[in-house]
């Protein structure tokens, strides 16, 4: 096992009708700005919630964060924050809307002149303004991380951020807000979800025999409970299951003392930055080429996922990686989630050369957990995907 640091301060309040806890955890004399999506917080009943709990705290909204958190909404958003003199943010929304606001939280101290540079220079956020967060869309953790991912349309930029300043300071998790969130949403965040602990566990065996069996037990969990929560997101017990098992699946527990990966979301936000493509159906077009690609270097803890998740205990170790990633595609697609390119956009001629340009501009020249996929490297993988 590798050594490691961790601390996570992010308390969880966990639960059916938490929501109503809202204002313990806010400084009474604070001056709140309620950050929201495109308005379904305001058909699902989360939107009356929050408002009521909110009742006796000064409060402003800042509402239309759209899905890929766009950077000029941000930055309007950002002058609210400095005209009203708010001390503190409230997402109230998926990965979207919690990314958009640890944005804001950087922006809003940030002492340079555009905060574009934050992403372009991936300068890290040792302090933001405080944030706490309501979540609506269980799917990319970021309710208990602190790591960002913002889009620029005008660049057509997908860029990651983050730093130890920008973990939420208390996040609500209530697993009936799934009700209302619509089955193309589901798939995509148990797609996401299952993604995230690939890139922390498909690596080469490193002796973390707990770190194994918590990334192990987390995909059984997702694969356990995604056909309940497909058909019936108002199982309770099915709910809170996924939505706990989202959390986990990237709050840097099961990273801690591992190699990771992360080659596969390096890649995949290009495709989204280029065609607009859910992250989740992204990660699920890029995944399997990439695990075929890299077939050598990952066979060994590949046939572990294969017996350990999809109980696959015949054949030799490359045959038991290979089923492995014949059934994690499978399994994508048997949520309705295409996996080739062409089937998103008949426009992706070039895409490869585009993306692997991009990388060798960046000086992203080895990525992956033995930094040695390289810019031709990701040409072929994306090659693969058309
Ligand atoms: O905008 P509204 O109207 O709220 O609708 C949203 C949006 O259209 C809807 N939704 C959310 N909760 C709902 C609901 N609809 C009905 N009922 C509810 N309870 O769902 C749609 C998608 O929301 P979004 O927040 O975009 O989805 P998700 O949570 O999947 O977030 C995706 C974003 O997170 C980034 C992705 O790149 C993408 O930009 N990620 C963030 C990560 C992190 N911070 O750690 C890691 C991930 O790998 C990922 O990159
Ligand atoms: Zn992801």
């Keep these: 096992m590798n050594n490691f640091e961790f601390k996570n301060p992010t308390k969880i309040i966990f639960g059916r009708d938490t929501i109503v806890k809202l204002a313990e955890e806010l400084p009474t004399d604070a001056k709140v700005l309620v950050l929201y999506g495109g308005g379904s917080i305001k058909k699902n009943g989360i939107y009356n919630q929050v408002k009521a709990a909110l009742k006796d705290i000064t409060h402003f909204e800042f509402g239309g964060i759209p899905a890929n958190p766009e950077y000029s909404i941000l930055m309007e958003a950002l002058q609210v924050i400095k005209e009203k003199h708010i001390t503190y943010l409230l997402a109230v929304g998926g990965g979207s809307v ?26 890290p956020t040792l302090k933001g303004l405080p944030f706490g967060t309501v ?53 995509n965040g148990i797609t996401d979800a299952f993604t995230h602990v690939l890139e922390q566990y498909l690596t080469y065996p490193a002796g973390a025999l707990l770190q194994d069996r918590f990334a192990e037990s987390i995909m059984n969990t997702l694969l356990e409970v995604a056909p309940t929560v497909v058909k019936d997101p108002s199982d309770y017990n099915a709910a809170s299951n996924f939505m706990w098992s989202c959390t986990m699946a990237l709050n840097g527990l099961i990273q801690k003392g591992v190699p990771t ?73 048997q949520m309705g989630i295409e996996t080739k390119l062409s089937k998103y956009t008949e426009d992706f001629d070039g895409t490869a050369e585009i993306i692997s340009k991009r990388f060798t501009e960046r000086g992203w020249l080895g990525l992956g957990e033995h ?13 693969m995907v058309y």
């Design 261 to 333: 990966d992360w080659a596969v979301h390096a890649m995949v936000h290009e495709l989204t930055a280029l065609y607009g493509i859910d992250h989740a159906r992204t990660l699920a077009i890029i995944a399997p080429s990439h695990y075929q690609y890299n077939f050598e270097a990952k066979k060994e803890k590949l046939a572990q996922y294969a017996e350990r998740v999809w109980n696959i205990t015949e054949g030799s170790v490359e045959d038991k990686a290979y089923a492995a990633i014949e059934k994690t595609e499978s399994f994508f697609n």
């Design 98 to 123: 919690i990314d958009g606001t640890k944005f804001l939280s950087a922006a809003a101290l940030y002492k340079g002149d555009t905060p574009w540079d934050i992403l372009a220079n991936r300068t």
């Design 371 to 383: 930094k040695s996929l390289t810019p031709e490297d990701v040409e072929n993988i994306v090659h």
């Design 135 to 187: 979540l609506t869309l269980p799917a990319t953790g970021s309710e208990m991380n602190s790591g960002a991912v913002i889009t620029n349309n005008k660049t057509q930029e997908k860029l990651g951020m983050g730093g130890a300043g920008l973990f939420p300071q208390f996040s609500i998790l209530d697993p009936q807000v799934i009700k209302s969130v619509p089955k193309r949403q589901l798939v």
